[in-house]
């Protein structure tokens, strides 16, 4: 995966990477994801990234009035125009396209609207609903009610499997519970993810950089690194307080980054998603006890859903699509 701040202000590392990249994976096992804001974005290099099977994420929060509430320039233009057009040259270029959306304070509460004029106007095979992290120092001014915003995320999803669209994010809570498979790990920092900067450290989480916690020279970097097993050996299961929790396999244990900031410790409870993964845990028994319940015949039966029923829960999405993009970083601690 290739992010910033914008990979693109570096053309050609980014050429340089993936060319290397495509020339040693033989065996074509690695998938190449690029998040981008595409304002820089031209037309050869659209051709490169298509030729080359990136899959290419473009951060958009909306509608022109949205987006520009959140995205813009140093001099506070906002970046809608040209976002817009980078994302069209991506597609007319031939790649494959998806849309990563921040959600708070300038999209909440109208997700909605937001996502059907993004779906109608962009049309991504993916759609990433991000929830904001916290700061270090001080509140984030664009944080909204996480139960407002987990409902608003329902009531978006209701409408996006609909249109067959796959949904990053809520995904990793839906498809543990229709699947029955425990999510042992919400991110893949916890393990199955390295993270190398330009000063050539590594580290596991992007939240990290800059706080002087948890990045380590590359040169001197082995997997007995007391830092990455400490990442590798969060889970839930083996937190006391969660084993009692409704939500033990369907949360994965939250965010890391977040439990840090909150309660000074990566292996500490992210309260915040906690609690939406409660609300999304209730909002899933009753969508699914709504799928099935015209075939119930006495009140007081005893249904079991079988896992056609449970799979109602996806309407038209093909959540097993090889093309999705993170199709594995999205599964990574799902099935064990
Ligand atoms: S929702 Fe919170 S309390 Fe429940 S299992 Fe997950 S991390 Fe633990
Ligand atoms: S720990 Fe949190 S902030 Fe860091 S990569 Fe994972 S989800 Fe993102």
């Keep these: 995966m290739f992010y910033g701040g914008e990979p693109l202000l570096n053309p050609d590392v980014v050429k340089h990477a993936v060319s290397y990249i495509r020339k040693n994976d033989t065996n074509g096992v690695c998938k190449i994801t690029m998040f981008t804001n595409a304002t820089v974005i031209t037309r050869e290099m659209a051709e490169f990234l298509a030729n080359n099977d990136v899959f290419v994420i473009v951060s958009m929060d909306g509608p022109a009035e949205i987006h520009d509430q959140m995205r813009c320039y140093a001099n506070g233009q906002g970046g809608f125009e040209d976002t817009a057009k980078g994302y069209d040259t991506c597609k007319d270029a031939g790649c494959r396209l998806g849309i990563s959306m921040v959600l708070g304070r300038h999209n909440i509460p109208e997700l909605k609207e937001a996502v059907e004029y993004l779906i109608n106007r962009f049309e991504p095979i993916d759609l990433g609903f991000s929830t904001l992290h916290l700061h270090q120092h001080g509140d984030n001014p664009a944080f909204v009610d996480i139960r407002l915003l987990t409902e608003e995320m329902i009531d978006t999803f209701r409408f996006i499997r609909e249109k067959g669209v796959y949904a990053e994010h809520l995904f990793r809570r839906i498809r543990p519970f229709v699947e029955q498979q425990l999510r042992l790990k919400d991110c893949p920092s916890c393990g199955g993810k390295f993270l190398v900067t330009p000063d050539k450290s590594i580290g596991f989480c992007e939240a990290f950089l800059g706080t002087g916690h948890y990045y380590y020279p590359l040169e001197s970097f082995d997997l007995s690194n007391e830092g990455y097993n400490e990442w ?26 977040d439990a840090w900031v909150q309660h000074g410790s990566i292996n500490s409870l992210d309260t915040i998603r906690c609690q939406q993964s409660n609300i999304l845990l209730e909002w899933l028994i009753w969508d699914l006890f709504d799928q099935i319940k015209g075939e119930i015949k006495e009140p007081l039966d005893i249904v079991i859903p079988e896992p056609a029923q449970r799979q109602r829960i996806y309407s038209n999405v093909n959540t097993t699509d090889e093309k999705l993009p993170l199709n594995s970083y999205s599964k990574y601690g799902e099935g064990a």
């Design 232 to 257: 590798k050996g969060i889970s839930p299961v083996r937190r006391e307080e969660c084993l009692r929790c409704p939500s033990i396999a369907i949360c994965g244990g939250g965010c890391p980054y």
